[in-house]
């Protein structure tokens, strides 16, 4: 009746463990997810935080193990991993999709051009009516992956997802 | 004092200089005149805490004494911390805070694009991480420095005070003794005296387009590198252990 405990296993049970902030992502699409060993009924899962102090790694671990104990695994061991920094650039496009239709704006460009002193910012469309013409209210918002913006057009405020 | 003391020393002194940061930014929380700031330092606080439990988590893992990162946080007392001067100063008025942010964003960018190379694996991870994030720290202070001194005569006088009043705890940024010696020169840490030119240029640079003018005192107090603090650590770690020491099996 067990089913075997493989690594695409893993893969999939992770696919459906959600972000505890953004539940429209799981922490393999955010990109959380770095690696899988799997040995019997043991696995161990890399992860790397999004932001050092990311309040949700705790329950990114904790969810991690209870959805792998709950389909089979014994022992699940987590490492955490800080190379290579975590980047938004690895958000695959399904998954700025999702979050597009959650109403928060993907992040834009790439991260390496993201950063500089006043550099200029690229447009961030809004979320709901598409609109470029939108402006940042802050640049840190309700998370740390966030930042406040709102549409001139539609006149709603979104949060947008920063690249970094 | 063997290879694994002086790594331990090394992480604790960089550890505990981002606590101690994220502690006073933390203290804004719900404090600050709008908003939006509020919500900023406190992210930025994060940060900080997040990064000095990375450099907690590689001490303890070379600690003869098995201490976790929790019990180097919470059980050391003032004399067996290590970290900056300059992060234990009070927040005073806003524009003391970002002229003490903006002080050692600038030097942050600078040590972390360093220590990318470092030949601990752990440390460069660290490097990758930090480095995204204090460089928008730096870019919140730096915007700052440059709102408040080009702004009003009043916020133009209170950034330049403080500038100059924070001047006297960067000499200790580039301060180095023989631990910081010896691993630099090992390839794992980063020979901080080497960033002074580069730190006061860039420093120079914002203050220039902020109409502000570089100190022109040379007062310079250190000493936490043998854990000597100004009055003020004491007071933050009474606060910030009081309740894992008065209750040790507490649990989050």
Known sequence: MVEELNIEKVWELLNKVPDPEIPVLSVVELGVVRDVYVKENRAEVTITPTYSGCPAMKTFSDDIISQLKKNGFEEVIIHTAYNPPWTTDWMSETARTKLKEYGIAPPQGLAKNSLKLFAKNLPIPCPRCESTDTRRISEFGSTACKSLHQCNTCLDTFDYFKCI | MTDKERLLQYCLRQGDTHIIFGYRLGEWCSKAHILEEDIALTNIALDHMG???????????????????????????????????LAEQPNGNYANTIARQFLFDVYSVLYY??????????????????????????????????????????SHKKIQEAIDDMWRFTEELFEMDETDDIIAKS???????????AWKTQVSEVLEKATLSLPDHNLSRTGSKTGVHTEHLGHILAEMQYLPRAYPDAQW
Not at chain 2, 56 to 79: G, H, I, M, Q, T
Not at chain 2, 187 to 197: A, P, Q, Y
């Open chain 2, 51 to 85: 990064l000095g439990n990375a450099w907690l988590e590689r001490a303890a893992s070379v600690d003869s004494e098995k201490r976790s990162p929790d019990d180097l946080a919470y059980r050391r007392n003032e004399r067996e911390y290590y970290n900056l001067l």
């Open chain 2, 187 to 197: 390839g794992v840490g980063v020979d901080v005296s080497g960033l002074k030119e």
């Open chain 2, 113 to 154: 694009s360093e220590l990318l190379n470092s030949a601990d694996d752990t440390l460069a991870g660290i490097a990758g991480k930090g480095l995204k994030e204090v460089r928008y720290h730096y870019k919140h202070s730096a915007q700052w420095v440059v709102r408040l001194g080009d702004g009003t005569v009043e």
